[in-house]
DNA sequence: TTCTATTTATCACGGCTGTGATAAATAGAA
DNA sequence: TTCTATTTATCACAGCCGTGATAAATAGAA
């Protein structure tokens, strides 16, 4: 059996626990349970828990990230669109971070438990955690750099203050519509999402 | 001893157990140590840990609540006041939501820990997250509309979107000044709301 | 003082946790 | 087939958990 896709198989277990239960219930035994695994088999490709729990937020961004660059790729040549069609990849690309469908929910509930763990739980890594943040901030500001550029940004404003506008309402609206999907539902979310674009345009 | 006394004795131990070491090691032994008793004591006044955890969770939207009528009450006549004096007061009454000293960011980090959890614990009331998320909102919005009535408001604006858009960009800095405070500090913070309310202004 | 209600303090139980150690089963190459 | 390495499966241990039950101590009123 290939140990990579069985680790895979154990990280897709982990965050099915972690989505239906919660982290505080992905305890080794659950995990293996879920996976269908004797616990022996999963500390087998696991020599602990902080092991499992590294390499599972890995994992998922990873994923993520896959999916980011992938998107990337389709765009193609930016230049030879219109306006229009620039500001609909822009908000298609930006959306891919926002929990607009039952795989991305999943994602970002389990994303949520682990960033708010990694503030306290020894076997969570923060550094981890750090990194998808300034990761974000990464994409928004080349996103808003290339606005820029193209003309599609409305002068005068700050870049740092606006990478930060834009990264943390991407992160609001992810918390609520996962958190309180009656209150925020995953179309209003891309209508916020649209409004502050279009803000940005002027 | 005066009972009510002794409950919030508790649940200032309760918060300076999960700020410290995060709502999962926050068990009714640790609180109950953390508060100097012995768990005996503690259970003479919480049943059991869903009392105690209810108790908690109401006690702390109980005091940002009072400390939001409290700067509503100091404003006292707002139409004697010239536009730049109004801005900075609505200023100030959202930054009481933001964790920009001590007492904050331990509310916020207190609280991320119980909405994440409220998700899927069972000890922890989602109702009250909930209404929470709704309270936040009504808050904006009457800001917002008192904003509009007064002649602040850029006109044209969706009042639904841009209080979504200002409740979960308020969410979002909250947390990412608490959870990544070396990417996000409490005067970006500032900076970026303020920015955000001069957008609104236009 | 005596009685009563409140408050504090222990003990015990079953259950779950991560993990070390070790045995059993299996698969693949020689 | 035989040998070896991988994979799977158990057992045990110490530790923490919430909670039920009950005893001890304390305080305040009669």
Redesign the interface.
């Known amino acids: 059996m290939d140990p990579v896709a069985r680790r895979n198989d154990v990280v897709d277990a982990l965050f099915r626990v972690v989505l239906?239960?919660?982290l505080?219930?992905a305890s080794l035994r659950a995990v293996a349970d879920e996976a269908g695994l004797n616990i022996g088999s999963l500390r087998h490709y696991f020599a602990n828990q902080q092991e499992l729990m590294s390499f599972a937020m890995q994992a998922m961004l990873d994923r993520v990230s896959d999916r980011l660059l992938r998107r990337v790729d389709e765009m193609g040549d930016v230049s030879a669109l219109t306006r229009e069609q620039r500001r609909s990849l822009t908000a298609g690309l930006l959306s891919e971070l926002l929990p607009l469908d039952e795989t991305r929910r999943a994602e970002v509930?389990v994303f949520?438990?682990f960033?708010?763990?990694?503030?306290?739980?020894p076997a969570i890594d923060a550094e981890l955690?750090?990194r998808s943040?300034?990761g974000t901030?990464a994409l928004v500001r080349r996103i808003l750099v290339r606005m820029e550029d193209t003309g599609a940004l409305r002068p005068g404003l700050?870049a740092?203050?606006?990478t930060?506008?834009l990264?943390?309402?991407?992160?609001?609206?992810s918390?609520?519509t996962?958190?309180?999907p009656?209150?925020?539902s995953p179309e209003?979310c891309v209508?916020?999402l649209q409004?502050?674009l279009d803000?940005l345009t002027g």
Chains 1, 2 share one sequence.
């Open positions: 239906r239960d919660g505080q219930r509930a949520i438990d960033v708010a763990a990694a503030r306290t739980h955690a750090r943040a300034v901030r700050d740092d203050v606006e930060e506008r990264s943390s309402l991407l992160d609001g609206l918390l609520n996962v958190l309180h009656e209150v925020l209003k209508r916020v409004a502050h803000d």
